[in-house]
């Protein structure tokens, strides 16, 4: 844990872009298309995809649901998948890297607006020092009183809706007689 702590100073408040992307089931761009603009964690297609025009910002692509699987991320529009990465062609989840997930309630999920707020994103974990979504912090609970149990339970979802599986660790800080999600911990395993 004390490596995270010391590179939380790291960390910049990233600007939130809106990301998009266009997944085809044939080479050159061609075929029955899909566009995407947040994290899916179950595509359900029943094709598989060959090319990806990318609009803004990059993706990682998952052969499996719940971005698991021996995922390949794409930071441009590539016209062959296979040829250039060795895609096996099965996509079953998708998302954004370091950007804003798109859990239930749309993007940010029930806090209301995309996840914002300084971030410091590895391979396999993000932690956010003070979780937002939109311009408000993340209450660690939002109805009755805050409780650890209550607070874990926000940071989850607000780690799924990050694009995560869930949250390894969260605090609890009071500000001004309210209490926030704190150093939150995304990750994709052992939580």
């Known amino acids: 844990?004390?490596?995270?702590?010391?590179?939380?100073?790291?960390?910049?408040?990233?600007?939130?872009?809106?990301?998009?992307?266009?997944?085809?089931?044939?080479?050159?761009?061609?075929?029955?298309?899909v566009a995407v603009d947040r994290a899916n964690a179950d595509m359900r297609l029943n094709f598989q995809v060959n090319s990806i025009r990318i609009a803004s910002g990059e993706w990682e692509l998952c052969p499996e649901p719940n971005f698991r699987g021996r995922c390949l991320t794409v930071t441009?529009?590539?016209?062959d998948l296979r040829r250039a990465f060795g895609w096996p062609g099965r996509l079953q989840s998708m998302r954004p890297t370091?950007?804003?997930?798109?859990?239930?309630?749309?993007?940010?999920?029930?806090?209301?607006?995309?996840?914002?707020?300084?971030?410091l994103k590895?391979?396999?974990?993000?932690?956010?020092?003070?979780p937002r979504q939109g311009n408000s912090r993340v209450l660690a609970c939002r109805n009755g009183s805050a409780t650890a149990t209550c607070a874990a339970q926000t940071a989850d979802r607000f780690c799924v809706d990050a694009g995560w599986r869930g949250a390894?660790?969260?605090?609890?800080?009071?500000?001004?007689?309210r209490v926030y999600l704190a150093d939150v911990l995304c990750v994709r395993t052992g939580f």
């Open 122 to 130: 590895g391979m396999a974990s993000e932690y956010f020092p003070a």
């Open 98 to 119: 370091g950007s804003w997930g798109g859990g239930p309630g749309g993007p940010g999920g029930p806090g209301g607006g995309p996840i914002t707020g300084q971030r």
């Open 76 to 79: 441009r529009s590539n016209a």
């Open 168 to 177: 390894a660790y969260q605090l609890m800080e009071t500000e001004n007689r």
């Open 1 to 33: 844990m004390k490596a995270i702590l010391v590179a939380v100073g790291l960390a910049v408040s990233a600007p939130v872009l809106a990301q998009s992307a266009t997944i085809y089931r044939d080479t050159n761009f061609s075929g029955p298309a």
